[in-house]
């Protein structure tokens, strides 16, 4: 499967943005999604995952209550809905797929190329 995200851009603290992530190749269904974040100097680190009916959903402690994440199989897409946004949000954010629902980057075989959110104070 083929992963694109996109979505990213520069919003000031407090706003929001929705990322996309639309899979090609294989539907995304057959697949439980996650979310990881890379800021500038520092490592990647999980964010979201979304199993793969969309009933169960995680979240990292920094992001919670805050960030959403969606899909909708039949747009072969999923998404993450980021709100409450501050500067230490800003980072590339990846969209990956696992066969196992998961907060373990390890675990996910196929990644998007990334897209780019900065929030300004």
């Known amino acids: 499967v083929q992963l694109q995200a996109s979505g990213g851009g520069l919003v000031q603290a407090g706003g929001s943005l929705r990322l996309s992530c639309a899979a090609s190749?294989?539907?995304?269904?057959?697949?439980?999604m996650g979310w990881f974040r890379q800021a500038p100097g520092k490592e990647r680190e999980f964010v979201a995952a979304?199993?793969?009916?969309?009933?169960?959903?995680y979240y990292a402690d920094s992001v919670k209550g805050r960030f959403s994440a969606s899909r909708d199989n039949a747009k072969n897409t999923v998404y993450l809905q980021l709100n409450s946004l501050k500067p230490e949000d800003t980072a590339v954010y990846y969209c990956?797929?696992?066969?196992?629902?998961?907060?373990?980057?390890?675990?996910?075989?196929?990644w998007g190329q990334g897209t780019l959110v900065t929030v300004s104070s």
């Open positions: 979304i199993s793969r009916s969309g009933d169960y959903t």
């Open positions: 990956a797929a696992s066969i196992i629902i998961t907060t373990a980057q390890r675990m996910y075989n196929y």
């Open positions: 190749g294989r539907t995304v269904s057959s697949y439980h």
